[in-house]
């Protein structure tokens, strides 16, 4: 007999590890209290603009995580995917070409000649060294060894930053950074590539892996919230429902933020006090006001263009609809621009008027044609991505272990688990992290 596994959380955690199972031969439950699939990658529809849930990048194009599972289960193919190369820094000398490798930071024409050869010197080993000698330096900010720099490579990093882990230096990882610089280093199998959906979109990626598990006899119910998962003699057997109906199962995966789940799916004692408190100092947030611009003219046939430099607010503009027409209407043009922000500013709403107020003419000063071209905006304000690569010592093998000791058939995946990397792409490298150890579940099920 087949044994009852289910997901709870259809974002790229839940679906990249259904996928997984899915290609091993297992029938997989998929519980989704949204009505839409991608989790924080959700998109949606707005006068005819697709509007995604922030900016979300694949980082490394096919070399990252989410490639390589589509790569394994054979529908890699099924993803158009756009690359975005055409990247510039803005400063008040101008524009400045992005580097795409480390020989083209010696052509860094926004930092003097001296500080690209110090700057250089400090990444080229981190570059070759590997991904174990970095857990060493997991503890440390990355401003550690940032703080002696000048003002210019200073900002350089802050950019490299923006776009990497969507939040400022000082909260990013020394080891999570190197991680970065060595996945992106071609002399050992990586690529400094970026790409985004060429349909426009990034939960399309979601919904090729949705389509892959309904075809495989798997389920995904929408709009399906779980109450409560039991746990008998350190073992799952099944989940509550809302309705306190009871559903048997033999594997439970939780795909959303382990400190979340940790609180409210268990009954008080199912879950040892001091390894939940532990987990909850994890949850850490970066908060970002982001606003999404409709034009009636390209003002730039760049794709990202980061403004470097104390004076801005604006920290980066993406030109969408210069990466993939698809996401505008004919005669339409779509950028995102955006900035991290405390946490408390969120709720104020004074206050991210001020914010894009700001942005609106950091834009108009390095755009002219930008206020006569816009037709509409929509700002968001959000605590946009869990703690993921922010927070030195809460990074990789510090995060959340894909299972509690001594508990039986429970499992979590998703961003918030021992993964590296950022957002998505970390989602679905715990997902690959964690199968090994689901499957030997599940045989073990067998014997």
């Known amino acids: 007999m087949m044994p009852q596994i289910h997901i709870i959380g259809a974002g790229v955690g839940g679906l990249s590890t259904a996928a997984l199972l899915a290609n091993s031969g297992y029938s997989v439950k998929i519980l989704e209290k949204s009505s839409k699939l991608g989790g924080r990658t959700a998109s949606m529809v707005y006068r005819n603009h697709i509007l995604d849930n922030g900016f979300h990048i694949m980082p490394f194009y096919k070399k990252s995580a989410i490639f390589n599972i589509l790569k394994k289960i054979g529908i890699d193919n099924k993803l158009g995917l756009a690359k975005v190369n055409d990247i510039a820094f803005h400063s008040d000398t101008g524009f400045h070409k992005y580097p795409k490798g480390m020989l083209d930071l010696l052509q860094l024409s926004l930092i003097p000649l001296k500080s690209r050869i110090r700057l250089l010197k400090l990444l080229l080993p981190m570059a070759f060294t590997s991904i174990e ?32 882990f969507a939040d400022t230096a000082e909260h990013i990882s020394l080891g999570e950074f190197a991680r970065t610089i060595i996945r992106a280093n071609p002399f050992k199998g990586g690529t400094s590539e970026f790409a985004y959906p060429k349909d426009g979109g990034y939960d399309s990626i979601t919904k090729i892996l949705a389509d892959y598990v309904l075809e495989r006899k798997s389920s995904i119910q929408t709009n399906c919230s779980v109450k409560k998962i039991t746990i008998e003699n350190s073992k799952v057997t099944g989940i509550i429902m809302p309705d306190n109906s009871f559903v048997p199962s033999d594997c439970v995966i939780v795909s959303y933020p382990a400190y979340v789940a940790l609180n409210q799916l268990f009954d008080d004692g199912a879950i040892d006090k001091k390894f939940v408190e532990k987990i909850n100092r994890l949850d850490k947030k970066t908060s970002v006001v982001e606003v999404h611009f409709a034009l009636k003219s390209q003002i730039d046939t760049r794709q990202v263009v980061f403004p470097v430099g104390d004076n801005y607010t604006t920290k980066g503009i993406f030109f969408i609809s210069n990466i993939t027409p698809s996401v505008s209407p004919p005669g339409e043009h779509l950028i995102i621009a955006g900035t991290p922000i405390p946490s408390h500013i969120v709720d104020d709403s004074n206050k991210i008027k001020e914010i894009v107020d700001k942005m609106k003419n950091e834009i108009s000063s390095i755009y002219p044609n930008f206020t006569p071209s816009l037709i509409w905006e929509r700002p968001m304000a959000w605590k946009l991505v869990e703690s993921v690569v922010k927070e030195p010592g809460m990074v990789w093998k510090s995060k959340m272990p894909h299972q509690i000791p001594g508990i039986k058939g429970l499992f979590f995946v998703g961003d918030s688990t021992i993964s590296y990397g950022i957002g998505t792409d970390s989602a679905a490298h715990s997902s690959t992290l964690c199968h090994p150890n689901i499957l030997s579940h599940l045989e073990s099920l067998k014997a």
Not at 133 to 145: A, M, P, V, Y
Not at 147 to 163: G, Q, V
């Open 133 to 164: 000698k970095t857990e060493e330096w997991d503890s440390k900010s990355l401003t550690d060894i940032t703080k002696r720099l000048d003002d210019d490579t200073n900002a350089f990093f802050e950019a490299i930053c923006m776009l990497a």
